[in-house]
């Protein structure tokens, strides 16, 4: 790898940290806003569901989204505030569906001191100001003037500095804040502040209340009439206002989210940390408030946001498991649950450990992700590509061909599958027990191979054979009408649609039929220069029925041909080039845009811009898919239509913001394949594979899949061994009994196909998994998993024992063979030349794996290192050894054979707090730290000095916005060796907000191109809310911000093919490169991922 | 701290409150090293210390007998018994150098720009400006008087000034751009002990003199436009609210009947500090001077009797700004320690338990960056005091003379010291395999102990 590198998001964050309910874009329509720390999703309120309308980046992580209304105004405006101090106002563009900036600016400040419970924001229920709480000891406020605009921001001192909650009261004639705060001897109150605009300061409010419950957290304001303040804590819910004073007990929680039901204010849904729903409402005569009452109403996702929607319906977004839409219904179900989950979307964060496999063996890479928390811990199996699960196989050697047929035009289901073979055609139907078995059509020609078979109109059935078409009642299964080859030519290539034929013959010849009632008419025919090798004409245009055009591929002279019908006219020619005849065409429409698709013998795709009056073709495009021709064949899934690429590396072709995208399936060699709608496998896909005919459902068309194994605890750690094909996961489960709750625990083993429990390893009280890893050691090849521990005392700050275990499985069994104790918590484990290098707190410590007399093997101290604060992240490569620090960024150590020592070759003396490591290559490593940022760091072995050879020299930073705990070297995709993507390195990287980036390492005339792209780019895409790229990309601690360097934002790269055709020639000027090999560049990088 | 870990890495606990529980929790473990150590090559009282604000790597320090030495305090020299990091002195000038300062080194600071400058000041009346690299002074500033403090703005972007204090009255400021003296501050009526720029606006600069005056300058405009008063103080963290509005809170109170809370609000104003005889002198005080000083801050004109308050009674020895640019600490021969916010510049009436400080030299504090901790050197020991209730939380005992000089290092939470018995010590959260291994010698020690008597 280098140091010159691409950092690209696989999966988008999914973390939802912020959700609000208003009228935004329009006076009449009711939205959801999500926030998903660094993007906000736009959804519309529909009787359906909810419908998205935008999803956007935003350059900076969203610490405050905010719906309100300024006076005057129809409709909702979207505040945002960022952690770094920017804010913006955003106003939904109904002509262009876009986001338009009203205001914009920057609150940060010299001084005062950033504060620790998070930044709050708020907006004055009277649209008066908006208040910020960015530091401790000080209060922004940015006031309205009369028309909504944003007048100058200025700071007001608050006494309070730990403050953890803060909200704008209701109904009051100044703007008055009621703050929650901590004393310094951890009490928590309550006050309020009238906010003097004219004076800027503050006037001591009207309510205080002084030593709440210990664990208050969270305020609520509610609205007028009401008026007032509850006060959530964990143990009480307290309502106060200035003429009442509530407080009912609670079941102990720590509740985390609450949303508003009605207007009024007097309903409210609170979340808790274990997902628990409870309804809070104040009871009132009038205006005047009688009491609270508490109600259970169910289990969700533990809730970050909770937002209220509509008719009992309601978002729960969550951090750690699925959020959700939920229904509340008015009667409990049979389990006492108020609560109906109507759909879930998925969330892999906090992606806190994941490991890199290929479980099917076909060279590309999964990502096992360790993901959620609590109660809804899972792994999640992160895999690009489209997967097919099947459903029934038959072996079934030599097809030829699939094709699917109904028994009559209304029928909603398929009823036979043709298959043919070489010298034969064989139909199977479904029988009533819902099985494949041997079928007839009686008019077909079952002695010969079928080369094409179709629906047609009028209930009527159509087979091309070498000989002839046959046209056959789907109703009485009599043939009708036979349209025989002449004599000495044999029809090579046919294609049909339900109202057309098209064939060739050899010699060049093209014949037209039509399709009538129980008639085949032979319409037009003409002779071509060469032989054809591939048909089509499949409906593109208006009528579904009738295409006005043809498309066929040549041999000798490699080209596609389009035709116009029934005229049999040449409209256009492309020639391909090459030697590499066409396999195969395909007339396609999506999203409104025709495609002529045509494949090539050694597994190229072109794909071109059809226009489909005068059947020119544009805009040429070739890939790369496989090695091996490639069969296309249209399906549809979900009402859309897709292609089938079967070949030795099947795809899917879709689009998607009318652009083509190639998925992977994860099925080998597939030779043909037709859709096959039955009653008993619904909107199915038959394949031919090598000797098998299978019937399987596919996955929803996008990039990414993921699967879901639910854990109901939350897996820390993971790691696959191959030799046994299972997982080792260290997990804890959080088990409540009587009063206290308490953890327990576990090493799991894991079944690497079905992912169920097949043994378990209790750990002591107070012990925890910190590490885990497959390795074998030097003169024994067995494999083991070792896990280090760590004891937490509840007295003890750092832990001071822990112990390594060393596991064999054995018939599927964790058999514990060796421990070893270790005077702190083993951070990190490693396989290290045959041996076993663990970090325990301060120290690097390595172990040999030494075979004791009586035949038993034990761990033995060898050598150690320390130096380092907390030892926490570890690499290594050969016999380097990388250690990220607690505090003290990266430092490179060197194990010497011949001394049994480790001793420091070179470290960063920046002071990076770190929060994971990866070695790119002998002399670059990369760090992910505390601040969300990335940087590489350089070895200097060759330098002069002593002093510079200590020192590994910062080569590149940049900002993620990310909070990254694991880098792992893999990549998701599969490595074509002909394409350009195959021969760059990259490492995977798993994050807090469920993200999964890839960081590759470019050539450097690459890089230098990109950096220029990217350039370019910056000046044409605006960011969201007028946030600069620049300053969101500049590395970013307490100490310092510069600018990124040796790093390039692959995101706001790749959305260099989502603009507009006239941008993107702007930008292709600029650069002075041709578009299309700009396109072809970039699309090069969409599929490292 | 794998609790932390834990919770950082699950999203539950946000990084920058991860990093500032790290950092309090090794702040207040803070103990004599176990495992660094400073040799220190001074033959005099060490007076001086700061660790370079770029690289947080290099420690300086200046002492009684001419010399300034720098040191790596990140890369030990050697290591004793291959277990405790030794760091020795990368440099040293001294007496013997060519053009080494003739009598004591009274402050010695790095540029803050980078680390090829550092800056020493002496009773020589010279301050000087040295090329880190060569050991070479590329400039030095000649002082009416024995220098007793300089700083440098570590936020300056529009200057490189190096104020000045001395024993004559005026404040100099050295500029390293033309070599010259750009300003002179004249206000204060004796020797000026110590200075600190502000860290929120690079032209404010804070001084303290031996008249036990802290003035406020804005370097922009002509004279001081602030002197501290103790007299002048602040009940709780902020200013109180005007008059009236107290009126108000008193009025609803009335009219809301359940007069219990709004009560307690008014009379609860933060008070952690002070008895009540003294709150209840106070309450009305300030309300009424609160709006004054904003107004003088005109100047020139400044009432003479508001230009004879003192901060401290006797000399300010010690001033150190808050990182956040909020408040300021004092220390006085008068063995006080104050606490003042700068906006308002009101006394906010911390009280420090009972010290007693040095009189005759200025001292060096030092505060931890969220300001919840003040080091003071005190006689022979360094206190760690909580700066909010004034409590003494913890007491470094290990030097054999007074302590001159302590120096925070923010980046590693380390503490550095210098005293009048020539050492510099380390203070370190401990590391606890150097305990392990102790404990495993002692083991081994007691093994072949008993094994000696066994043999005997």
């Not at chain 1, 008419?521 to 003409?526: D, F, G, N, R, S």
């Not at chain 1, 013998?601 to 490639?630: A, M, W, Y």
């Not at chain 1, 420091?904 to 969300?932: H, P, T």
């Not at chain 2, 009674?313 to 220390?331: E, P, R």
């Amino acid at each position: 790898m280098s140091v010159w590198n691409y950092v690209v998001t696989a999966q988008k964050p999914t973390n939802v940290t912020h959700s609000c309910v208003g009228n935004f874009t329009s006076p009449q329509e009711l939205n959801l806003i999500i926030a998903k720390c660094t993007r906000i999703e736009i959804h519309l309120l529909t009787p359906h569901g909810l419908q998205p309308m935008l999803d956007v980046p935003i350059y900076g992580r969203i610490a405050t989204l905010e719906l309100f209304r300024p006076h005057g105004e129809p409709q909702d405006f979207l505040f945002i505030a960022t952690e770094r101090y920017k804010f913006c106002v955003l106003q939904w563009d109904a002509e262009t569906s876009e986001l338009i900036t009203r205001a914009m600016g920057d609150v940060s400040d010299r001084i005062g001191r950033p504060t620790d419970n998070g930044q709050i924001g708020l907006i004055d229920p009277d649209c008066r100001l908006i208040g910020l709480h960015l530091y401790d000891g000080l209060f922004k406020v940015i006031p309205f003037d009369n028309k909504g605009q944003l007048k100058e921001a200025f700071n007001i001192r608050l006494e309070e500095l730990q403050v953890l909650d803060i909200k704008f009261l209701y109904g009051c004639l100044k703007p008055t804040i009621v703050v929650l705060y901590q004393d310094n001897k951890d009490a928590r109150h309550a006050k309020t502040y009238e906010i003097a605009l004219k004076d800027k300061d503050f006037v001591e409010g009207p309510l205080s209340h002084t030593n709440l419950d210990n664990g208050a957290g969270i305020l609520i304001p509610v609205p007028m009439p009401l008026g007032g303040v509850i006060i959530i804590g964990e143990e009480t819910i307290v309502y106060c206002s200035v003429s009442a004073f509530k407080a009912i007990p609670i079941r102990p929680s720590i509740t985390r989210a609450y949303g508003r039901v009605d207007a009024d204010g007097s309903r409210y849904l609170l979340g808790d940390n274990a997902g628990l729903l409870h309804l809070l409402v104040i009871t009132h005569e009038r205006e005047r408030v009688t009491g609270l009452k508490i109600e259970h109403l169910g289990e969700t996702s533990v809730a970050s946001t909770i937002s209220y929607l509509d008719n009992a319906v309601v978002y729960i977004g969550s951090s750690y498991g699925d959020s959700q839409l939920i229904k509340l219904n008015l009667q409990p179900d049979a389990k006492g649950s108020y609560i109906e989950v109507l759909e879930k979307y998925v969330n892999l964060g906090p992606i806190v450990d994941f490991c890199v496999v290929d479980l099917e063996r076909q060279g590309q890479g999964q990502v096992v992700t360790c993901s959620g928390a609590y109660k809804d811990g899972s792994l999640r199996i992160v895999r690009n590509g489209i997967g097919i699960n099947e459903q029934a196989s038959v072996e079934l050697q030599g097809i030829k061909g699939l094709w699917s047929l109904r028994s009559s035009t209304n029928d909603p289901y398929d009823t036979f599958l043709v298959v043919s073979f070489i010298n034969e055609t064989r139909v199977l139907a479904m029988n009533m027990d819902d099985e494949l078995e041997e079928s007839e059509i009686e008019g077909f020609c079952a002695e010969a191979q079928t080369l094409f078979c179709q629906n047609a109109i009028h209930d009527q059935l159509v087979q091309v054979t070498a000989n002839s078409v046959r046209l056959v009642s789907s109703t009485t299964r009599e043939l009708l009408h036979e349209w025989n080859a002449p004599s000495g030519y044999s029809v090579n290539v046919a294609t049909a649609n339900v109202s057309q034929v098209l064939l060739a013959t050899g010699g060049g010849h093209l014949v037209y039929l039509e399709i009538g009632n129980g008639k085949l008419a032979e319409v037009k025919h003409v002779q071509l220069d060469y032989e054809i090798s591939c048909l089509d004409i499949n409906p593109s245009g208006e009528n579904p029925n009738y295409s006005t055009l043809a498309a066929v591929g040549m041999w000798t002279d490699i080209s596609v041909r389009i035709f116009s019908l029934p005229s049999l006219e040449l409209l256009a020619k492309e020639n391909l080039g090459g030697e590499i005849i066409p396999r195969s065409v395909l007339l396609c429409t999506f999203e409104g845009v025709s495609y002529l698709l045509c494949t090539l013998g050694d597994g190229h795709l072109l794909n071109f811009l059809l226009n489909l009056s005068t059947g020119e073709l544009s805009n040429r495009k070739k890939v790369s898919l496989g090695t091996q021709p490639i069969m296309l064949r249209t399906f549809s899934s979900k009402d859309t239509t897709h292609v089938f690429a079967a070949s030795d590396r099947p795809t899917v072709i879709y689009s998607s913001n009318k652009k083509l995208l190639y998925s992977n399936v994860n099925l080998k060699e597939v030779s043909h394949m037709c859709p096959f709608n039955s009653a008993a496998f619904p909107d199915s896909l038959a394949i031919a594979k090598e000797g098998e005919l299978s019937i399987g459902t596919i996955d929803d068309i996008q990039k990414l899949h993921i699967r879901t194994i639910p854990l109901g605890e939350h897996a820390r750690r993971i790691c696959h061994q191959e030799q046994s094909r299972t997982f080792a996961i260290c997990s804890l489960k959080n088990c409540q009994t009587s009063n206290e709750e308490t953890e327990m625990h576990f090493v799991r083993l894991l079944d690497d196909q079905t992912f169920e429990f097949i043994s378990t390893y209790p750990l002591d009280t107070y012990e925890y998994g910190c590490s885990i890893i497959s390795c074998s050691f030097s003169d024994d090849n067995n494999a083991y998993y070792c896990v280090g521990t760590a004891y937490v005392l509840p007295e003890e700050n750092e832990p001071s024992k822990g112990r390594i275990l060393v596991f064999v499985v054995e018939d599927g069994k964790l058999q514990l063979i060796a421990e070893k104790e270790t005077k702190g918590a083993v951070y990190s484990l490693n396989a290290f030349n045959g041996k076993l290098l663990a970090a325990i707190n301060q120290k690097i410590q390595l172990y040999k794996w030494m075979l004791r007399e009586d035949g038993s093997r034990e761990l033995q101290a060898e050598c150690g290192h320390h130096g380092h604060i907390l030892a926490l992240y570890v690499q290594t490569r050969g016999d380097f050894i990388v250690v990220g620090d607690l505090m003290k960024s990266i430092s490179l150590l060197l194990y010497k054979h011949e001394e049994g020592a480790i001793e420091e070759l070179a470290r960063d003396y920046n002071a990076n707090w770190m929060s994971a490591v990866e070695i790119l290559d002998d002399d670059v490593f990369l760090g992910a730290e505390n601040n969300y940022n990335l940087f590489t760091v350089r070895k200097n072995s060759d330098a002069a000095t002593d002093e510079e050879r200590g020192r590994l020299e910062v080569v590149g930073e940049y900002h993620l916005g990310e909070f990254v705990n694991r880098f792992r070297h893999g990549s998701l995709v599969m490595r074509l060796p002909d394409s350009e993507a195959g021969h760059i390195p990259t490492v995977i990287f798993g994050t807090i907000n469920g993200v999964i980036g890839v960081v590759a390492s470019l050539p450097h005339d690459q890089y230098v191109f990109l950096e220029k792209l990217q350039a370019n780019l910056v000046k044409v895409i605006k960011g969201v809310g007028g946030l600069s790229h620049e300053q969101w990309r500049s590395f970013n601690n307490e100490k310092k911000t510069v600018d990124a360097r040796n790093f390039l934002d692959g995101d706001l790269i790749e959305s260099f093919l989502d603009l507009s055709r006239s941008r993107m020639d702007e930008i292709a000027s600029s650069m002075a490169v041709p578009l299309e090999e700009l396109c072809k560049r970039v699309e090069e990088l969409t599929r490292l991922h | 701290m794998w609790k932390e870990v834990r919770d950082r890495e699950a999203g539950k606990l946000p990084p920058i409150t991860f990093a500032s529980r790290v950092r309090s929790c090794r702040v207040s473990a803070l103990g004599l090293s176990n495992h660094k150590e400073i040799v220190s090559p001074h033959h005099g009282a060490v007076n001086a210390l700061q660790v370079d604000l770029t690289e947080g790597r290099y420690l300086l320090s200046g002492a009684s007998d001419g010399s300034a030495a720098v040191y790596d305090i990140q890369r030990a020299t050697d290591y004793e018994e291959g277990l405790i990091a030794r760091h020795r002195s990368l440099f040293v000038v001294d007496k013997q150098h060519e053009y080494g300062h003739k009598f004591a080194i009274s402050t010695a600071i790095w540029y803050p720009v980078d680390t090829g400058l550092f800056v020493t000041g002496s009773f020589d009346h010279f301050v000087k400006v040295w090329d880190t690299n060569t050991t070479q002074v590329v400039m030095d500033f000649k002082m009416p008087g024995k220098v007793y403090g300089t700083a440098m703005s570590s936020i300056a972007k529009a200057h490189m000034l190096i104020a000045a204090g001395s024993a004559d009255v005026q404040v100099r400021l050295c500029d390293i751009a033309s070599g010259a003296f750009t300003h002179t501050l004249s206000g204060h009526r004796d020797g000026v002990m110590t200075l600190e720029w502000s860290t929120s606006s690079e032209w404010i600069l804070m001084t303290g003199g031996r008249d036990g005056a802290i003035r406020f300058w804005d370097i922009r405009r002509a004279g001081c436009f602030r002197v501290l008063d103790q007299s002048q103080c602040q009940l709780g963290r902020r200013p109180p609210f005007l008059e009236n509005t107290s009126k108000k809170i008193v009025a609803r109170t009335s009219l809301a009947g359940s007069s219990s809370l709004a009560n307690k609000s008014v009379s609860r104003k933060k008070s952690p500090l002070g008895n009540g005889m003294k709150q209840s002198q106070a309450l009305h005080k300030p309300q009424n001077l609160l709006r004054t000083p904003v107004r003088q801050r005109s100047h020139p004109g400044m009432s003479s009797s508001h230009d004879r308050a003192t901060a401290h009674y006797g000399a300010v020895t010690g001033l150190k700004a808050s990182v956040d640019g909020m408040y300021l600490l004092s220390s006085g021969s008068d063995s006080q320690l104050r606490l003042w916010d700068i906006e308002s510049g009101l006394n906010i009436l911390a009280k420090y338990e009972e010290m007693s400080l040095q009189t005759s030299k200025s001292i060096h504090l030092a505060l931890n960056p969220d300001s919840s901790l003040v080091f003071v050197p005190c006689m022979a020991t360094v206190k760690a005091c909580d700066v909010w209730s004034g409590l003494t939380l913890q007491t470094f005992r290990g030097h054999y003379e007074l302590v001159n000089c302590c120096y925070f290092n923010l980046q590693d939470q380390e503490l550095y010291t210098g005293s009048n018995d020539r050492q510099i010590l380390v203070w370190s959260p401990p590391s606890a395999i150097i305990n392990d291994l102790e404990e495993d010698n002692r083991k081994e020690q007691k093994f072949s102990a008993d094994k000696d008597n066994w043999s005997d």
